[in-house]
């Protein structure tokens, strides 16, 4: 697992009205950039800072530059990103990743709708 104290680009978000659901990224560790696998919750609608943002399950595979759907109000889908093909559903309610099949071939900054 990357330890990484700023992530600094290609991280994706979902959004609804009271939070924003953030996965993947890229961070800079010892002057080289690493994928990560870190979700966060980041809540809108409070001004207490220390309940701001909750670190969440951490996806199976770390992805960078990925595409994100969300599916219904509990699941999110992660797929692809640069050099994987892999996917993965969030669940919100159980706090957990589930793998899915893999696409074809590698996608990433694709257009998810």
């Known amino acids: 697992m990357v330890s990484c104290h700023s992530y600094k680009f ?8 009271l ?7 890229v961070c ?5 950039l690493q994928t990560v696998s870190k979700s966060f919750l980041i809540y809108l609608n409070t001004d207490d800072p220390d309940k701001q943002v909750d670190n969440i399950c951490d996806m199976n595979f770390s992805r960078d530059q990925h595409m994100i759907a ?3 109000e509990l699941n999110v889908l992660v797929m692809g990103g640069f050099n994987t093909t892999t996917c993965e559903i ?3 309610l159980t706090d957990s990743w589930h793998n899915k099949p893999n696409l074809n071939v590698n996608r ?3 257009g998810v709708f």
Request: charged share 15%; aromatic share 14%.
């Open 10 to 17: 290609l991280t994706k978000v979902v959004s609804s009205t």
């Open 19 to 25: 939070s924003v659901f953030v996965c993947g990224g």
């Open 28 to 32: 800079e560790k010892n002057n080289t």
């Open 70 to 72: 969300k599916i219904d």
């Open 90 to 92: 969030y669940n919100f």
């Open 108 to 110: 990433y900054n694709a």
